[in-house]
C-alpha cells in the first residue's frame, strides 16, 4: 500500500521558513496532480498549493509570494518552500497526490506533519 513521507515540520519564529518534503513509499504512476493542504485547530482542511502533471501551480491566496512548491518529476516527490512564516500559518500540513485510475482518480494523503509559527 502506497504511503506519503512528509517531512519538515516544526517550530519556527514569525518571519522563519522551513521547507516540507513529501515522497511516496512507492512509485505512483499517471499522477495529475501534487500539493499540500493543512488544516489548523478548529477550521476545515484548505488547499496550500498544487502543482499539475503539466506543471501549473496553483497558491491559496495567502500563501502567494511567500510559499514555493517544486515537485521532482523523477522522483514523484513534492516539496514546499515556506519563507515570511506568519502565525497564522500555524496548521497540521498534510500532503496529497492524485493518481489516475481505471474508474476515475485516487487520492493519496500524508499522515500531517505539525507547522507551529510563534515567538
Request: one cysteine or more; glycine letters at 10%; a positive charge.
Amino acid at each position: 500500500q502506497v504511503q506519503l513521507v512528509e517531512s519538515g515540520g516544526g517550530l519556527v519564529q514569525p518571519g522563519g521558513s522551513l521547507r516540507l518534503s513529501c515522497a511516496p513509499s512507492t512509485s505512483i504512476f499517471r499522477i495529475i496532480a501534487m500539493g499540500w493542504y493543512r488544516q489548523a485547530p478548529g477550521k476545515q482542511r484548505e488547499l496550500v498549493a498544487t502543482i499539475t502533471r503539466d506543471g501549473t501551480t496553483n497558491y491559496e491566496d495567502s500563501v502567494k509570494g511567500r510559499f514555493t512548491l517544486s515537485r521532482d518529476n523523477a522522483q514523484n516527490t513534492v516539496s514546499l518552500q515556506m519563507n515570511n512564516l506568519k502565525p497564522e500559518d500555524t496548521a497540521v500540513y498534510y500532503c496529497h497526490v492524485q493518481q489516475i485510475v481505471v474508474d476515475g482518480t485516487r487520492t493519496y494523503w500524508g499522515q500531517g506533519t505539525q507547522v507551529t509559527v510563534s515567538s
